[in-house]
């Protein structure tokens, strides 16, 4: 098992576009969670998801941003008319369960342009 | 309301130096956990520790050493005899009793010279 994969690694977006980040976690995670890093701060919790729920979403920007962990597939995290504000490092991270340790996946870093 | 305080913005030493890195919590919780990752210029992050409230013991694992003082509500982590391949970015980080959403500290960047 390669780890949680992250991809694009970069994406780069003009305002106003749409950007679509992809999270597949490590064989057996259930849970998954996505943390945003802008430039020079440390991490912040944006939204905890198992297979088809949003457990917790009170990081969250209310408007333009969502996610899902559909039953089959990857976790997406969506970012519709981006602005130049959302540039920043996405991680992603996975758990087997609520209370285990979480493996974070390399990032996905987007620019908007 | 939970905080982690790394108040060192960053630490340039030359190798071979030790050099500690402070980490400052604040939790009402009794039962918590708090972490450090290392951020190398790469960008992905490193686990390198998690420690429960419960656990005063320090921890030693090759040059890498934590201090847990809950007196102090500090967890400190040290490098012994650094190397240039320990320059990145480090942080402390704290999740309640959840256990699932994390508060990390600014980070400290840490520059080895040779």
């Known amino acids: 098992n390669a780890g949680v994969m992250q991809n694009p690694r970069h994406l780069v977006r003009r305002r106003g576009q749409e950007a679509r980040l992809r999270c597949s976690p490590m064989k057996g995670h259930s849970h998954v969670y996505w943390y945003r890093q802008l430039p020079e701060e440390g991490l912040k919790f944006m939204v905890y998801?198992?297979?088809?729920?949003?457990?917790?979403e009170s990081g969250m920007p209310k408007e333009r941003f969502s996610a899902e962990f559909p039953k089959e597939g990857p976790s997406i995290l969506r970012i519709q008319q981006v602005v130049r504000g959302d540039s920043a490092a996405y991680f992603c991270a996975s758990s087997p369960g609520r209370q285990g340790g979480y493996t974070f996946g390399s990032g996905t870093r987007l620019t908007v342009v | 309301a939970q905080k982690v305080t790394q108040a060192q913005t960053e630490i340039s030493v030359v190798e071979k130096e030790d050099v500690t890195l402070d980490c400052v919590y604040e939790t009402r919780d009794t039962t918590y956990y708090l972490f450090w990752y290392k951020q190398p210029p790469s960008g992905e992050l490193v686990f390198l520790i998690r420690?429960?409230?419960?656990d005063e013991q320090n921890e030693i694992s090759g040059r890498y050493s934590w201090n847990f003082q809950k007196s102090t509500s500090s967890f400190n982590f040290t490098i012994t005899a650094s190397q240039v391949v320990d320059s990145a970015v480090y942080f402390c980080a704290l999740s309640d009793n959840s256990n699932y959403q994390l508060i990390w500290g600014a980070g400290t960047k840490l520059i080895i010279k040779p």
């Open positions: 998801l198992q297979k088809e729920n949003i457990i917790d």
């Open positions: 420690r429960n409230s419960f």
